[in-house]
């Protein structure tokens, strides 16, 4: 019996360790599998035809978008796709938010010292454009010393024009339909872009601008990841190999770029549809409204006993004063990039929302707690002593008494932070977050009308901040009547 006891146990003993190896096998297998199956994330502005934008269906399409796809495919991983800002878009890389860039970023040592490019995928140059009714006048680079030259924000034209034409006013925009606004306006003399961007935007919005001799420089455009990222570095520069060798690259090229026979993609860009237009400022001034909401909530919560601290002489009050002070004295913006960009250095990783209502909150809380705290200052502290006095304790003295007179008083003001808040949201675009302003960039870059849309925008805003500011007018005049001063 003891022997067949021993045998039983030996033999489960090594079943045991099949099954362990196993379970290992399978569990490294599954683990393989799992990191082969992440996707691909990959950013891009979004408002950049003929690379990137929304087409006349809502949906993203372009150059570098169908270069993004095509290399997604090769490296076997699904393509997930993030639209930002362009200025901040190094920021997101080099934070972890995305995988690599596919958006025409050219290859300069300054960017090379930050991150590691890919073998170019195409090569293009700067193009100096005027307007037509200037083409006698102003024919070459050197024709514009003291005049007035745009260039987009964050884009290599404007460090190189810096550097070596510093005798020309260069002017930064955040993006090409601003740049044609004001050449249209009479503001600049001649802009500076892509020649494939250049001429195709030219064409589509219908814009009387021509070209000025011939390229002022060549550029290589490549894909940028993190340099502690090599394995995906030679994944992709695999791809892009795979693309070139059996012509894939060619033909997308072509299709966007057919320079040579005047023509372009048959996909025009320069309609979208009206139930697209509606469907996507809808949707992100739906966002707007969800972070500003947020926002306000939480501000609130922090900011009502952030108030009453900052109005008593306590241990923390000077360190909350101080933080106070630095909230309401940095740009939202400044704000924004710190937390959003920042935060993943410390081991903190918010998303873009979450991001935006943490800044906002942060923010909306400082001004909120001064108006708070001013309310309390304009009770008068013998209506504390009284309610001590009648034997009411200090909670139930403030409770009952201080704070329904200091909300009284504090209320128009904090409807004002209300409004200022509501406003500020529309900086949240700069890290991709889909709020309203940044949908209606999209749009523009397809329809080339800013004004039409940004005054829809200010519309919508203007319905939803207009009834605030009559309601904390009329609460401002009742609380005067009833004997109270806002403060």
Same mark, same amino acid.
Do not use: C
């Given at each position: ?28 297998? *599954? ?11 990959? *950013?891009?502005?979004?408002?950049? !035809? !003929? ?53 025409? @970023?050219?290859?300069?040592?300054? =960017? ?82 892509? +020649? ?10 219908? @814009? ?15 894909? !940028? ?8 570095? *030679? ?47 809808? =949707?992100?001034?739906?966002?707007? #409204?969800?972070?500003?909401? *947020? ?23 000077? !360190? ?64 504390? #002593? ?12 403030? +409770? ?50 800013? @004004? ?24 401002? =005049? ?10």
């Amino acid at each position: 019996m003891s022997r067949f006891r021993n045998s039983y146990i030996i033999r489960f003993i090594k079943d045991s360790k099949k099954s362990l190896l196993f379970l290992l096998v399978l569990f490294i297998g *599954a683990n393989t599998y799992a990191d082969e199956q992440k996707p691909f994330v990959v *950013a891009l502005t979004g408002k950049y !035809p !003929p690379f990137s934008f929304y087409s006349s269906d809502g949906e993203l399409a372009g150059f570098d978008v169908e270069v993004a796809t095509s290399i997604a495919q090769q490296m076997d991983r699904e393509l997930k796709i993030i639209t930002t800002e362009w200025d901040g878009i190094l920021a997101g890389l080099l934070a972890g938010k995305y995988d690599a860039i596919i958006g025409s @970023m050219a290859i300069t040592p300054e =960017r090379a010292q930050a991150v590691a490019f890919s073998k170019p995928y195409y090569v293009s140059g700067a193009q100096l454009f005027i307007h037509k009714d200037n083409k006698n006048k102003l024919k070459y680079i050197s024709d514009f010393f003291n005049k007035k030259v745009g260039v987009g924000l964050g884009e290599t034209y404007e460090h190189f024009l810096r550097n070596n034409y510093p005798r020309i006013e260069v002017v930064p925009y955040k993006s090409t339909v601003d740049i044609f606004q004001d050449m249209l306006n009479k503001r600049l003399d001649g802009f500076v872009t892509d +020649r494939l961007v250049g001429s195709y935007q030219i064409k589509e919005g219908q @814009m009387p601008f021509v070209p000025a001799d011939s390229l002022i420089y060549k550029e290589q455009m490549a894909i !940028p990841v993190s340099k502690d990222n090599q394995q995906l570095l *030679a994944q992709i520069n695999a791809a892009l190999d795979t693309l070139i060798t059996n012509g894939k690259m060619s033909e997308i090229h072509d299709k966007w770029f057919r320079i040579n026979s005047g023509e372009n993609s048959s996909a025009s860009v320069a309609t979208m549809e009206t139930n697209v237009v509606v469907s996507k400022l809808a =949707r992100g001034f739906a966002i707007t #409204l969800f972070v500003a909401v *947020a926002s306000l909530f939480f501000g609130f919560i922090l900011a009502v006993p952030l108030g009453i601290i900052l109005n008593k002489t306590l241990f923390w009050s000077r !360190p909350l004063r101080f933080f106070n002070d630095f909230i309401r004295g940095t740009p939202v913006l400044i704000q924004l990039f710190f937390v959003y960009f920042g935060a993943p250095q410390i081991g903190i990783i918010f998303t873009p929302i979450q991001a935006a209502i943490f800044t906002l909150t942060l923010n909306s809380s400082a001004y909120m707690a001064e108006v708070i705290r001013s309310g309390l200052m304009a009770v008068d502290s013998g209506q504390i #002593l009284a309610a001590q006095a009648l034997g009411l304790t200090r909670f139930k003295a403030f +409770r009952y008494i201080v704070w329904p007179q200091a909300f009284r008083v504090a209320l128009p003001p904090l409807m004002n932070s209300v409004v200022a808040l509501m406003k500020d949201t529309a900086l949240i675009a700069v890290i991709s977050v889909g709020e309203v302003l940044r949908e209606a960039q999209s749009i523009i870059s397809v329809t080339y009308n800013p @004004m039409k849309y940004y005054f829809i925008v200010g519309v919508m805003f203007f319905v939803v901040t207009f009834p605030l500011m009559k309601l904390a007018g009329k609460i401002e =005049r009742n609380i005067k009547k009833r004997g109270f001063e806002s403060a």
